[in-house]
């Protein structure tokens, strides 16, 4: 499975890639902004997208947005890790089209639970 990790803080994509490897997961991908990330999906086959909200230039939510208006994308899916806890925070991505949500901070364990919550077969 080809992950594409979407944050501005080099040190929280580290953590989320080294948490996916930890899990199986080897072939990680990343981008700063969100803008970055539609560009990486433009060139690099990805199954998942893990995106932060808060980031410079294209905030995650604009990225989701983007993902989803585009027909080449707009099947992945993905989750947000985020530190927006808000319960209203939480229903604007779900609007965006995020199929699951992990506030920050997290641990393995939560992280594969939500992948495998988003990847089980129908």
Not at 37 to 45: I, Q
Not at 52 to 63: A, L, Q, T, V
């Amino acid at each position: 499975m080809r992950f594409l990790v979407v944050d501005d803080s080099s040190t929280m994509r580290r953590i989320i890639i080294n948490t996916l490897n930890k899990l199986g997961y080897k072939e990680c991908h990343e981008a700063a902004n969100g803008r970055e990330g539609v560009e990486r999906l433009a060139n690099t086959p990805i199954d998942l997208i893990i995106t932060d909200w808060n980031m410079p230039e294209m905030s995650g939510i604009e990225f989701i947005r983007a993902v989803r208006s585009n027909d080449a994308t707009k099947h992945l899916p993905v989750l947000m890790v985020t530190t927006n806890a808000a319960q209203d925070d939480i229903v604007q991505a779900l609007h965006a089209g995020v199929n699951n949500y992990v506030v920050k901070p997290f641990n393995p364990e939560t992280i594969r639970e939500k992948i495998e919550a988003v990847v089980k077969p129908a």
